[in-house]
């Protein structure tokens, strides 16, 4: 059988990942999952052209990062037919939720939460907060991801909405935040660069995207001067970023004070899932509407554990 991912991009190494995962799973059962999407800035246009093509390929099932739930829904998804379809990553909206039959990834809103945790680590009695993303408002995944943050930062109950953090809990946004389009590196570590510079009073940064630490060494050497030099008034920033599962040499910036905590997304365990899935709704047996895989928190060698959470 063949399956395909449509990822937002395919240069970015948390796909490549989940690709891998797939594609090894996939080959142990004599099975083919093919990683589709362009390279560079994501871009729903873009994505639901690659989706088009995967539709006309005749698959035994597809997997979607959506880009933008409504769109590809007035799209290329008009033309799923009788194709397995599964979400990942980034779901479809409750409107177009219909159309996919499991969701398998993180749990967006938990995860968001377990950010805002990790924030409450370094800062116990609030701070303020600036968010970094590379995608856009519209990213349903976004959205979960800062709801959560917002919501336990602010004490805000599970159910309810969450607007910006305006004190509650002793926590507020700065009003230059969230940042978006820190889609590579020098992009993302021109924001913060730009930020810490300005006088700003943040103190708590959460980079919803991995493309800070892309290269380790890149980003020791165009922050770690600033950081140092903050570090010197007190007023180094506690920084937390969402990444792919750490390798050694962006660890090494936890146990060198450069970043606060990573929480990583086990990448290759999301594609696994998801050729499971895909082969068991090719198979016409019955699958979960969502398979979540857990996720785990980095903190430097010298501070107790977190427990992974599902």
């Known amino acids: 059988m063949q399956f395909a991912l449509v990822a937002k991009r395919v240069d970015h190494r948390y796909f490549i990942l989940i690709g891998e995962g797939c594609a090894e799973a996939a080959r142990a059962q004599g099975d083919s999952c093919l990683l589709l999407g362009t390279s560079g ?4 246009r873009l994505q ?12 035994d099932g597809i997997a979607l990062s959506a880009t933008h739930s409504k769109w590809l829904a007035d799209h290329a998804l008009k033309r799923l037919g009788q194709t397995p379809l599964i979400t990942f990553d980034s779901d479809l909206e409750p409107a177009e939720r219909h159309l996919r039959r499991s969701y398998v990834g993180l749990d967006s809103l938990a995860f968001g939460q377990r950010l805002g945790m990790l924030a409450q680590r370094f800062r116990p009695q609030g701070g303020k907060l600036c968010i970094l993303s ?19 930062l602010g004490g805000i109950p599970s159910h309810e909405g969450a607007d910006r953090l305006n004190g509650e809990n002793g ?8 940042l978006f389009g820190a889609d590579n590196q020098q992009r993302a570590l021109f924001q913060l660069t730009t930020l810490l510079s300005s006088g700003s009073e943040v103190d708590t940064i959460i980079s919803l995207s991995p493309w800070l630490v892309y290269r380790a060494d890149t980003y020791r050497r165009q922050l770690g001067p600033l950081l140092a030099e903050l570090d010197e008034k007190d007023a180094q920033p506690a920084i937390i970023i969402i990444t792919p599962e750490p390798d050694a040499a962006r660890r090494a910036l936890l146990d060198e004070g450069l970043v606060q905590a990573y929480l990583s997304t086990e990448s290759r365990e999301i594609g696994r899932q ?4 895909l082969k068991r709704l090719a198979q016409g047996e019955p699958v979960s509407e969502k398979v979540l895989v857990e996720s785990r928190a980095y903190l430097p060698q010298s501070s107790p554990d977190i427990p992974a959470e599902h």
Do not use: M
Not at 41 to 44: L, S
Not at 134 to 152: F, M, N, T, V, W
Not at 171 to 178: N, T, V
Not at 274 to 277: H, K, N, S, V
């Open 48 to 59: 639901n052209s690659v989706l088009e093509q995967a539709l006309a390929k005749n698959l």
């Open 41 to 44: 800035v994501a871009h729903f």
């Open 171 to 178: 926590w507020s946004e700065s009003d230059r935040c969230p």
């Open 134 to 152: 590379a995608g856009g408002p519209h990213d349903i995944s976004y959205q979960e991801h800062l709801k959560g943050i917002r919501q336990q």
């Open 274 to 277: 998801i050729y499971r899935t």
